[in-house]
């Protein structure tokens, strides 16, 4: 294959060696294509013109510690494939670094649509976008109730202490991607780790759960979650935080992230909220908090894609606005605390 045809972050050569001893034989030499949309972990799909499959690898260059780490979201996945959450199948997990350069696990690739925009779900009525983010919360919900040690994950994490390791955490990443001074954050940081709240009982967290790290099949159901990389266990209510989040700034930052909610029949932030707590029943009485942490956590990942854009190192279209998206993002997060 010439150089033009190989993605970036892919040495498909050493690929083709490495295959049939870990994922089965070939049927021709792989061909590959960056899939668009991605603005962290990489994912490729992959084919050598009979089957098709699915390699993820971390970004290339500047990454945060403990982040794209392949081997927990390979993990976490292959865990799950048991319960009725839905997940893709795994079929390898590699770590040498001799093959493509960096860890990288290849998946089923599985058919179904990534909604994002709410001009992509309007055209399905409301009856029909009412049912899809119906589920979308059952199945938080039922990811939430899965008991770690019963799948083999009792070690993924240290769910004791988890919100005040988040809040720390992120201000570490933080720093770590530093090109300007950002006030809001430091004042957020402060009044998170200042109010920290007892912990909702521990269980497994995506991390990053939206409409779109899910593909839902033409019958409207979820048929894999997708995106497991900062998968752990901790406190659940950060992951319907975050998913409100998102919602929450749809109206106004469409551009940059997801704005399905605002699709007619999409559950509303309130109808959410009281479908989660049938669904888990979890004390949801600091969710303010939860919501600041959110956006803590959203600004500080814009702000490492912002350090890598900005260092040449992002792969892709569409990355030349994210700096603008942190600056809503903590006003946000600090409004939610004031509400708390």
């Known amino acids: 294959m010439s150089a033009p045809s190989t993605p970036p972050g892919l040495d498909l050569d050493r690929l083709g060696i490495w295959w049939p001893d870990y994922v089965g034989p070939l049927d021709g030499d792989l061909r590959a294509t960056l899939i668009a949309g991605g603005k962290s972990n990489l994912t490729y799909e992959v084919t050598d013109g009979t089957g098709v499959w699915i390699l993820r690898r971390p970004p290339l260059g500047h990454v945060l510690a403990t982040a794209h780490d392949m081997s927990r979201e390979h993990r976490v996945m292959s865990a799950l494939r048991p319960t009725a959450v839905p997940v893709p199948e795994t079929f390898a997990l590699c770590e040498d670094l001799d093959v493509i350069g960096s860890p990288f696990y290849v998946m089923a690739k599985v058919v179904g649509t990534p909604y994002r925009r709410a001009s992509e779900l309007s055209p399905l009525g409301a009856e029909r976008v009412r049912g899809i983010s119906t589920r979308l919360v059952d ?156 956006a803590f956590k959203l600004a500080v990942i814009l702000e490492g894609i912002h350090y890598r854009y900005l260092h040449g190192q992002t792969v892709g279209p569409g990355f030349e606005h994210i700096g603008e998206a942190i600056h809503p993002l903590l006003a946000v997060g600090l409004d939610a605390l004031d509400q708390d």
């Open 139 to 294: 199945t938080l919900a039922t990811l939430h109730a899965v008991d770690p040690a019963a799948v083999g994950l009792a070690d993924f994490g240290r769910a004791e202490g988890f919100l005040a390791r988040q809040v720390a955490r992120w201000k570490t990443q933080l720093d770590a991607s530093h090109t300007r001074d950002l006030p809001a954050a430091e004042q957020l940081y402060h009044r998170l780790a200042g109010s920290v709240p007892p912990e909702s009982a521990p269980g497994i967290v995506h991390g990053d759960y939206r409409l779109d790290n899910v593909l839902v099949d033409g019958h409207d159901q979820l048929v894999a979650v997708l995106d497991w990389e900062m998968a752990t266990l901790g406190d659940p209510l950060t992951d319907l935080a975050l998913m409100l989040l998102y919602q929450r700034l749809g109206a106004s930052l469409g551009s940059l992230v997801s704005d399905v909610g605002e699709a007619p029949g999409y559950l509303g932030e309130t109808e959410i909220l009281q479908r989660y707590d049938d669904g888990s029943g979890r004390d949801l009485s600091r969710f303010g908090f939860y919501l600041g942490l959110a």
